[in-house]
């Protein structure tokens, strides 16, 4: 399974930016999608999951700022990512399981810098 994330890039504090993830390769049905970020000097945490039957979840830092979404016939994840901080800035890593949730799979990686 290859996971390609795009989408990432430069922004202002308060800005937006989207990211997308295309999973590719598989004979199976991708259950999980979701995002993660590692920033420096951090471990890599949840950003947004979404399984395939709907439910989602989110880290506590993005609630209300960030929406995670799916297309379950192109085995793609997207996540919009408003009112964007600083403290958002990482490498944003799409992940994939079988199973309802999980990170089985995980894609290169997408910088995303925010500035202040």
């Known amino acids: 399974v290859q996971l390609q994330a795009s989408g990432g890039g430069l922004v202002q504090a308060g800005g937006s930016l989207t990211l997308s993830c295309a999973a590719s390769?598989?004979?199976?049905?991708?259950?999980?999608m979701g995002w993660y970020r590692e920033a420096p000097g951090k471990q890599r945490e949840l950003v947004a999951g979404?399984?395939?039957?709907?439910?989602?979840d989110y880290g506590d830092s993005v609630k209300g700022r960030f929406t995670i979404s799916r297309d379950n016939g192109k085995d793609t994840v997207y996540l919009q990512m408003n009112i964007l901080k600083p403290e958002d800035t990482g490498i944003y890593y799409c992940?994939?399981?079988?199973?309802?949730?999980?990170?089985?799979?995980w894609g290169k990686g997408t910088l995303v810098t925010v500035s202040s």
């Open positions: 992940a994939a399981d079988r199973a309802a949730w999980g990170t089985e799979y």
């Open positions: 390769g598989t004979i199976f049905k991708i259950n999980y």
């Open positions: 979404i399984s395939s039957g709907g439910r989602i």
